[in-house]
T-cell receptor
Framework: AQSVTQPDIHITVSEGASLELRCNYSYGATPYLFWYVQSPGQGLQLLLKYFSGDTLVQGIKGFEAEFKRSQSSFNLRKPSVHWSDAAEYFCAVGSTGRRALTFGSGTRLQVQP | EAQVTQNPRYLITVTGKKLTVTCSQNMNHEYMSWYRQDPGLGLRQIYYSMNVEVTDKGDVPEGYKVSRKEKRNFPLILESPSPNQTSLYFC????????????FGQGTRLTVV
């Protein structure tokens, strides 16, 4: 069964600092990978996705993620965090054989001024 | 504006009293699904629908029903709610299947007492 692990429940960074949120997945074939962001009281918004091709994908709001097959990882990065980035971030994996997205448990990002 | 609309946003009900949470999308999407979000568990799929009159169970379908009589609507029905169904519920839609971008509603916070 496929699974997604986000090992960091809560991360605090200073505004302007760089950010990396970790995501590890378990799946037998090439996965479809997503990062979503959930602002307080809001639904989920897609930041970026990886299906195939270039392993470094660019998303909205200055985010990027790198797919590393050897490490089964899809970490999210941003070079300089803004206060408005404070939110909860979810990594998700989809597959051709299973009609569902499997989400990680989320990482809550707090940004200090 | 492209959107997924859920109603109500907040609902407090008593054990055993049937309720329906509505979901409507205006993007002509074929694929719709329901998730519940619980602390530390991320989002888990309850039911999904590939098209009109085609529905199937997700990871946590017990205690829920759905119907898809029209392409735009996908209501979630709790025929006899119990306190363990207290959760935050999200409806999502996407163009073809779960591997394209999913658009989420604003969420429905349900409390069953």
């Amino acid at each position: 069964a496929q699974s997604v692990t986000q090992p960091d429940i809560h991360i605090t960074v200073s505004e302007g600092a760089s950010l990396e949120l970790r995501c590890n997945y378990s799946y037998g074939a090439t996965p479809y990978l997503f990062w979503y962001v959930q602002s307080p009281g809001q639904g989920l918004q897609l930041l970026l996705k990886y299906f195939s091709g270039d392993t470094l994908v660019q998303g909205i709001k200055g985010f990027e993620a790198e797919f590393k097959r050897s490490q089964s990882s899809f970490n999210l990065r941003k070079p300089s965090v803004h206060w408005s980035d404070a939110a909860e971030y979810f990594c998700a994996v989809g597959s051709t054989g299973r009609r569902a997205l499997t989400f990680g448990s989320g990482t809550r990002l707090q940004v200090q001024p | 504006e492209a959107q997924v609309t859920q109603n109500p946003r907040y609902l407090i009900t008593v054990t055993g009293k049937k309720l329906t949470v509505t979901c409507s999308q205006n993007m002509n999407h074929e694929y719709m699904s329901w998730y519940r979000q619980d602390p530390g568990l991320g989002l888990r799929q309850i039911y999904y629908s590939m098209n009109v009159e085609v529905t199937d169970k997700g990871d946590v379908p017990e205690g829920y029903k759905v119907s898809r009589k029209e392409k735009r609507n996908f209501p979630l029905i709790l025929e006899s709610p119990s306190p363990n169904q207290t959760s935050l519920y999200f409806c999502a839609s996407s163009l073809r299947d779960r591997n394209t971008e999913a658009f989420f509603g604003q969420g429905t916070r349900l409390t069953v007492v």
